[in-house]
């Protein structure tokens, strides 16, 4: 069965292993190997030409430790979740265009990517959404700035979720990639069947790049480069490379993530953009959302699953885009012509009290 019509569903699997120990890298353990034409052409580039930092997130009174991309020192956040077998770089080609007009943080959510959490395996929505609070909250404290959500596949439906719960005051706006509830749904039955079956070791990194980009579930050579080495590992006992993400051993949450999904995406309360690569994705509800104009919503052409990297410029423009028609600013909607509080008046002074 060809994966990639299931694009609202997980696109990677990882080899089933018994250790739990945190993994920081698929550079931690590399081999020796001599250099080959298809080498370089497929060989791994560094997050750094792309995001301008990396930071740990240490989450208090816990163990787990939640790693970040960051970019930008200007606007609102854009907050990039990525999708089931991922990891934040699968934002990276696109960050480097977005920081130009705003701040981008993308995230390795837990058993993916540098992060390392008690439980690698819990991937049910709930606590996906309590990682991505908390991890806010130890970033931006009690005043966070202007949010924006962005989320693809799995990582969609956490944003979703989130923005639903109308808890995270400063979120402006929420833009989900290619993920809807109908396909999803309908999908979830065949997961474990394109898990199982898709290849699972790999003698090199290069080789892993290599066949992403040659099996279609990425079309972007570059963004392969950056994105794909961190979801992998190097297992020592059989001297290969393996998927860090250990998809196959969390089905139990996989309808968690979308079950509701678009009636709770619908309710948010904020701005909302949907792409998808495929108006096929398109369910019942959403279609009756976007004839209301409930929502933005933009078909993205020769594309797959993963638009931010399959086309990250044409992505970085529409994140881009979405913030300016939304007028979305540092602090939040910025409506021309309208001062915005100043900080003794935001604590209660009046207008008397506060010299202009």
């Given amino acids: 069965m060809d994966s990639s019509n299931l694009g609202s569903v997980p696109e990677e699997e990882q080899h089933r292993e018994e250790s739990n120990k945190p993994v920081v890298s698929a550079f931690a353990s590399l081999p020796d190997r001599r250099p080959t034409k298809s080498s370089e052409k497929y060989s791994p580039l560094d997050w750094s030409g792309f995001f301008d930092r990396e930071e740990d997130v240490c989450i208090p009174d816990s163990n787990d430790v939640f790693h970040l991309y960051m970019a930008g020192t200007e606007g ?21 265009k977005i920081k130009e007009k705003a701040r ?3 995230m390795d959510l837990r058993g993916h990517g540098k992060s390392s959490t008690e439980n690698d395996l819990d991937l049910s929505i709930e606590t996906m959404c309590n990682d991505v609070f908390a991890v806010l909250k130890a970033l931006y404290g009690d005043s966070p700035p202007a949010i924006v959500l962005v ?11 989130i923005a639903a719960k109308k808890t995270l005051r400063s979120l402006a706006g929420l833009v989900v990639v290619d993920v809807v509830e109908g396909t999803a749904m309908a999908s979830l039955v065949h997961m474990q069947k394109i898990l199982s079956g898709r290849m699972q070791h790999f003698s090199s990194i290069e080789k892993a790049i290599e066949w992403s980009v040659r099996g279609g579930s990425l079309r972007n050579i570059d963004s392969a480069r950056v994105s794909i080495p961190t979801t ?10 393996v998927y860090r993400a250990r998809l196959e051993e ?16 619908l309710s948010s309360p904020v701005p909302k953009l949907l792409l998808l690569a495929g108006t096929d994705r398109l369910d019942r509800a959403l279609t009756i959302g976007q004839m209301q ?24 423009t529409l994140i881009i885009n979405f913030i300016s028609r939304n007028r979305i600013g540092p602090h939040g909607v910025e409506i021309p012509g309208l001062a915005r509080p100043k900080p003794a008046q935001a604590q209660g002074q009046s207008p008397a009290q506060t010299k202009s």
């Fill in 250 to 265: 969390t089905e139990q949450y996989w309808r968690g993530w979308y079950e509701g999904l678009s009636e709770k995406f």
């Fill in 232 to 241: 992998l590992k190097y297992d020592d006992s059989k001297n290969c490379y």
């Fill in 293 to 316: 104009g409930k929502f933005q919503m933009v078909v993205v052409r020769h594309t797959g699953h993963a638009i931010q990297e399959d086309v990250p410029d044409e992505f970085a």
């Fill in 76 to 96: 609102p956040v854009v907050f990039c979740l990525h999708g089931g077998g991922y990891s934040g770089l699968s934002f990276a080609l696109s960050a480097s």
């Fill in 104 to 106: 981008v943080v993308a």
């Fill in 151 to 161: 989320g693809h596949s799995m990582g969609g439906s956490v944003a979703v979720h």
